[in-house]
């Protein structure tokens, strides 16, 4: 079963507009979450997190939101740079330990 | 200097082999994990030691198993291989067990033909 759900395999954005990246997960005992950013032959790289306890947390350009009663999240970018271009992996972290459950990732093509 | 580090990056073997995937961290991290990332893309964790003690095995097949020789070092082995187990496997590390962030190396491609 996916706990953790990106409905969305790819996202195409202009230069300079905003990316908004979606995630969906089903257990409502998740109580942290993250976004991981991945380049081509390369590992996931941390982008930015969000506890439960909060709606929204911005660093720089990136915004993540959450709304736990639809438990959904989304990551905002502005504005959008061709170097965004990469894969976004949604994950969330449950209440025990720190397994992280991860998305299928969506594809973001920021073109120039 | 790579923080995570893997060896070797691509991996081609046939059916019934043993191989073996070494990963090493040099950030002082307690916590090490194994995941793999399958044709439908999704991450999956394996395993996860802390100061070379297990402490996360999901379910995966015996015919792996991870080696801690030290916390700076987790080493995957795999027996008998299997079609089902081409994927990249990617190995992480953490501050230790209750950090969040996790630091992925630049994962191995395994192909068994």
């Known amino acids: 079963d996916q706990q953790v759900k990106q409905n969305s395999p790819s996202l195409s954005v202009q230069e300079g507009r905003i990316s908004i990246l979606n995630c969906d997960y089903t257990?409502?005992?998740?109580?942290?979450f993250l976004w991981y950013k991945k380049y081509p032959a390369e590992g996931p790289t941390f982008l930015i997190s969000?506890?439960?306890?909060?709606d929204k947390n911005e660093d720089g350009r990136f915004t993540v939101f959450l709304n736990k009663s639809a438990k959904h999240l989304s990551l905002h970018i502005v504005p959008s740079q061709p170097g965004d271009s990469a894969v976004y992996f949604c994950a969330a972290k449950g209440e025990y330990g720190n397994k992280l459950v991860f998305g299928a990732g969506t594809i973001l093509r920021v073109k120039s | 200097d790579t923080a995570v580090s893997q060896t070797p990056k691509y991996l081609v073997t046939q059916m019934g082999n043993d191989k073996s995937i070494k990963c090493e961290q040099n950030l002082g991290h307690d916590t090490m994990y194994w995941y793999k990332q399958d044709s439908k893309k999704f991450l999956k964790i394996m395993f996860s030691y802390n100061n070379k003690e297990l402490i996360i095995n999901e379910t995966v097949p015996n015919r792996f198993s991870p080696k801690s020789p030290d916390k700076a070092h987790l080493n995957l082995h795999i027996n008998s291989l299997e079609l089902g187990d081409s994927a990249v496997y990617f190995c992480?590390?953490?501050?230790?067990?209750?950090?969040?962030?996790?630091?992925f190396g630049p994962g191995t491609r395994l192909t068994v033909t």
């Open positions: 992480a590390s953490s501050l230790n067990f209750v950090s969040y962030e996790q630091y």
């Open positions: 257990n409502s005992m998740f109580d942290y």
């Open positions: 969000i506890s439960s306890i909060k």
